[in-house]
């Protein structure tokens, strides 16, 4: 197939990361990076993939209905950016299938994409994502030196393309990772194109193109926001606050730049449904 790309966000706030568990709630947001996000995906005139947290879902309501409006593909993030594998099976699916149910009631259309909040995902999950309707998964990554991530078994799946797996009409779109120095490194966004010098992170995403065709990038709005970071209560340890806040400030450029070398390379621009429809 022809090189593509897919670009999604993942429509949680800053005090959702895993590191501010506990942290309920907070009065101060930086949302506002959805819409840096959606001036720049309208500058190039690009579609994009977005998964929304459910308690995020009223609140962004009219959000939500002019990226249906628009077009874009809407999919599920959970509820309150609860890892799966720290829920029953049962309490997960509930959880998702109530999230399914408020985001097609706000758009009226169906929900076909799903990602798990920290990539936390196994297959038992994983079949009950199939179970409930949804038409494809983005929540695999091959990055096992991070303890938060699932292990999500692909057994008797097919493989179209690398990082693509498909089941009957189902498919599960992995973010992307790169052998480098004996170690698996994302080079699909999040906090790696926030952290990572731009040199650097455009080496590590020519050497993946130059081996696949399928290029996704996942990004949260708190890393776009132009507002200056929180400095959270309560003991947060010197990691915790460089991985938050480092490179805030820089993304907007670097995802501009990302993009443009990506058309550079010859890449189109397409989202997770519109993906699995041509490989269907």
């Given at each position: 197939m022809r090189p593509t790309a897919v670009l999604s966000l993942d429509m949680e706030d800053w005090y959702h990361l895993d590191y501010f568990s506990g942290m309920e709630s907070s009065d101060y947001s930086m949302l506002d990076g959805i819409d840096v996000y959606r001036n720049l995906l309208e500058k190039f005139n690009i579609p994009s993939s977005y998964f929304v947290l459910g308690e995020l879902m009223?609140?962004?309501?009219?959000?939500?209905?002019?990226?249906?409006?628009?077009?874009?593909?809407?999919?599920?993030?959970?509820?309150?950016?609860a890892r799966p594998l720290t829920m029953s099976v049962e309490e997960f699916t509930k959880e998702v299938d109530t999230a399914k149910a408020t985001l097609e009631k706000i758009t009226g259309k169906p929900v076909l994409g799903y990602r798990a909040p920290c990539f936390s995902m196994d297959r038992e999950r994983l079949d009950a994502i199939r179970a409930l309707g949804f038409k494809y998964d983005s929540s695999r990554i091959d990055f096992s030196s991070y303890p938060l991530y699932g292990s999500l078994d692909m057994e008797g799946f097919e493989s179209p393309e690398p990082f693509v797996y498909k089941k009957e009409d189902f498919f599960e779109f992995e973010?992307?990772?790169?052998?480098?120095?004996?170690?698996?490194?994302?080079?699909?966004?999040?906090?790696?194109?926030?952290?990572?010098?731009?040199?650097l992170m455009r080496y590590l995403v020519k050497k993946y193109i130059s081996k696949f065709n399928v290029y996704t990038l996942y990004i949260h709005p708190f890393e776009l926001s132009r507002k200056k970071p929180p400095s959270p209560d309560g003991n947060i340890s010197a990691l915790t606050r460089f991985r938050f806040q480092h490179g805030l400030g820089t993304v907007e450029k670097k995802l501009e730049n990302l993009i443009d070398f990506l058309k550079g390379e010859g890449f189109s621009f397409t989202t997770f449904a519109s993906l699995r429809k041509d490989l269907l």
């Open positions: 009223e609140p962004l309501e009219a959000v939500l209905c002019e990226l249906s409006k628009e077009g874009a593909d809407l999919g599920v993030h959970g509820m309150n950016h973010v992307g990772t790169l052998s480098f120095f004996s170690r698996q490194i994302p080079v699909s966004g999040g906090g790696y194109l926030r952290i990572f010098p731009w040199k």
